[in-house]
């Protein structure tokens, strides 16, 4: 193909998407439908993930057609939109689950408190000790908190906004590939535990494949989820406030 018709399908291309929303809403619909595919196709290997595999083939597509992210992130607000009513429907697991939650609200505490301290202690410590700016220090210390929370939380203390969203998905993708061979060398059986645990480490991303591997494990990590929001957005100001490197 020559240089000249792969300028014109560029320049055909921009203009479209640029014009209408729909090209990328639909690009990014069939480009996640074939990296579900693949994934299932692969027998749920976790490297696969499809939104690991899918935000790859979308970043190389931006990448080569030149587009800038916020021409993208417009296109597929609408996608964006779907991701209140999707959480408020993490409630049906969880309310299915109410009579052994309200057995393990101890165990449950613990883990949470633990699980949320090591998080953002964690984050801060190893950004400090590869020289990570207080900005940056203060941007990936509420990575395992679901965007909604994380953002908010780094923007109003100073940290980069863009790069507390970074430090998310990668904690989601990575946690929610790491979770299954952690959890067999832990030898997890109860899902409950597994679902806690990947829904504590790798918020919404975590979830998604939780409930994709057993409905109790799905609503245990949608309440270890929401709850680690709200302990991340309690604790993150007192860590804060006594970590000496901030």
């Known amino acids: 193909m020559s240089t000249s018709l792969l300028e014109r399908l560029h320049t055909a291309w921009l203009s479209l998407a640029e014009g209408s929303p729909l090209p990328w809403l639909v ?77 393990l609200w101890l165990p449950i505490s613990v883990a949470l408190l633990v699980g949320c301290l090591v998080a953002l202690l964690s984050a801060l410590g190893i950004a400090w000790a590869f020289g990570g700016s207080q900005a940056t220090l203060i941007a990936v210390a509420p990575k395992s908190a679901t965007i909604p929370i994380a953002l908010p939380m780094a923007e109003r203390f100073g940290g980069t906004p863009s790069l507390a969203a970074v430090a998310v998905a990668i904690t989601g993708i990575s946690g929610t590939m790491m979770a299954p ?6 030898r997890l059986k109860d899902p ?12 919404a991303i975590g ?33 804060l406030a006594i970590a000496p490197w901030i």
């Open 181 to 186: 061979l952690l959890c067999r060398v832990l």
């Open 192 to 203: 409950a535990v597994e679902g806690f645990a990947i829904g504590l480490t790798a918020h």
């Open 207 to 239: 979830t998604a494949r939780a409930i994709q591997l057993n409905p109790t494990a799905g609503a245990f990590s949608a309440l270890a989820m929401g709850l680690n929001g709200v302990a991340t957005a309690v604790l993150m100001p007192l860590v």
């Open 27 to 103: 690009l990014t619909m069939l480009v996640y439908m074939a990296a579900m595919a693949i994934y299932r196709k692969s027998g749920n290997r976790p490297l696969l993930i499809p939104v690991f595999t899918g935000v790859v083939v979308i970043v190389a597509i931006l990448m080569i057609t030149g587009t800038p992210y916020a021409t993208y992130r417009s296109g597929v607000s609408l996608l964006g939109l779907m991701i209140g009513p999707a959480t408020v429907a993490l409630a049906i697991p969880l309310y299915a689950q109410r009579e052994r939650i309200s057995q």
